[in-house]
């Protein structure tokens, strides 16, 4: 069992940054990618970023490329999303998940952004 911790959401106006962070724990030997998703007031859980923790691959939604960026620190199973520019549309409850034989999931923080 993998259990993840989310903090950092909050309110922000429009062009502002926050910064998300992930910390896993538990069964944390077999994890190999970290990643973020989010989902909007009314919309489907959608992909922001993730992050193969063995090679540093990275991957981006086309709506937050050059705006957000995924990092991870391996020695502590923690992965970060650095989110600038922030837009209202990125107004969402954000998922931090890993992943091993299976998917963990966080239990989510609002992040909020005001025009």
């Known amino acids: 069992q993998v259990q993840l911790v989310e903090s950092g959401g909050g309110l922000v106006q429009a062009g502002g940054s926050l910064r998300l962070s992930c910390a896993a724990s538990?069964?944390?030997?077999?994890?190999?990618?970290m990643g973020w998703y989010r989902q909007g007031p009314g919309a489907q859980r959608v992909l922001v970023a993730d992050?193969?923790?063995?090679?540093?691959?990275?991957k981006y939604s086309e709506h937050v490329l050059g705006r957000f960026t995924i990092s991870r620190d391996n020695a502590e199973y923690t992965v970060h999303l650095q989110m600038n520019s922030l837009k209202p549309e990125d107004t969402a409850v954000y998922y931090c998940?890993?992943?091993?034989?299976?998917?963990?999931w966080g239990n989510g923080t609002l992040v909020t952004v005001s025009s």
């Open positions: 998940y890993c992943s091993t034989w299976r998917d963990y």
């Open positions: 538990g069964s944390t030997a077999g994890i190999h990618r």
């Open positions: 992050i193969n923790t063995l090679s540093g691959f990275t």
